[in-house]
DNA sequence: AGAATTGTTGACCAGCCTGGTCAGTAAGGG
DNA sequence: CCCTTACTGACCAGGCTGGTCAACAATTCT
């Protein structure tokens, strides 16, 4: 990624990012094309390459930049004052709605490269990165939370990892069921009724987890 | 899938089944490489050419092989007599896993199968054997059921859906912790402790979603 | 025994796709 | 007018593709 990209502008540059992002989450390093990757950002071969000197910096850069996003977008802006444990896994989902949004594979993309990590030899940097991340991914729905509010007769960790597979399952359902009916983009979705099943999912899960008095 | 073929001795056969499986279910079908399904079940290229007509041929065989297989190992054990839903879904869980041992990847090819069915123009024989078998897959753990246990404050049908949701995000962290672990094949894998380990889910799982008297 | 059949192989084929290059074009600014 | 910058797609060598086939090996038949 050199100064002729970041002086494109915003859309562009998010054009050939995502093309990127769903290139390498869908096929991994090594089956990933960049005459994929070009076509669908809609640019030239050469002009891929004249963006990025070869396809391992390209896949480099795009990890750097999944990172930042995630970062700027979802990470930073969590709330970890709020200690209610669904009220933390409702904002959060919102936040990772809004980088959805504005770029729609990014999080897929990044989801891939923390997987398949271990086959590819990164840069220290991004090694480093990765760490940092892992940690504060891993603390979203556990820092600050009041997990007194669960009930006791079951182990704690067993109902923080039945919520987040129950969440998890829905998701993929919800996926599922999206690219079946439209195969428009997320964008082109309206997404207020699903908000609304989500929200009313949250609900459930609290009667089913918390105490009676926290219901 | 010829005469030859059929006549060769099971371990053969299912080294090249599996090798198959595997193969396809990993990279979809155009990605799959013949090559690589011939390396990997050691047999010349020639030789899987002679028993299978093309690549095409080979694919289609593989998904009425695996449909026999769930069929014959999986899905014509299943004891519809007995109505308790955690048991049904315990003996379900173990007669996938007879399905593992004999043809690890075949569930895992038939998934991939069934995901991208639309994408691949299948002859009437095998959509019609989808549709036979997608019919009974759900009626696993649901036909012949005693959904009244199921405590009445939560839609059933939300039940029904956390605990299949629960039980594969259980099942998705539990393939990723054995890959971890060990690079062995799951045949080398000692599972006593993981089906202890899954049986305490289930009666957790029974504590949540049952009404009191029958816990 | 030898002949005939069946099983198995990897070198080989044409063709596609790969990551990457580069001569050439176009546009804009001075 | 030149100079720089942006951008393109034809082109390259090389790898992998699905598929063939002549040659060889093993087994069976006469």
Redesign the pocket.
Known sequence: MN???K??DRE?QNRILDAGFQEFAEKGYKQ?????IAKAA??????L???F????S?FHDLIEEAFNIADETYLSQINFEETDFFERLRESSELKMEVYRKQEHALTFMAQVFMHMNEYKLPERLLEKRKQAEEIWGSVLTKNIDFSKFRDDIPQEKTFNYIRWTIEGYRMELEQRIKLQGLSALSNVKLEPYYEEFYDHLDTLKMIYYKEEFR
Chains 1, 2 share one sequence.
Do not use: E, R, V
């Open positions: 100064d002729a990209f002086s494109l562009k990933a094309s960049t005459n994929q809609g640019i030239g071969k050469g002009t390459f004249y963006y000197k070869n396809k391992q390209l």
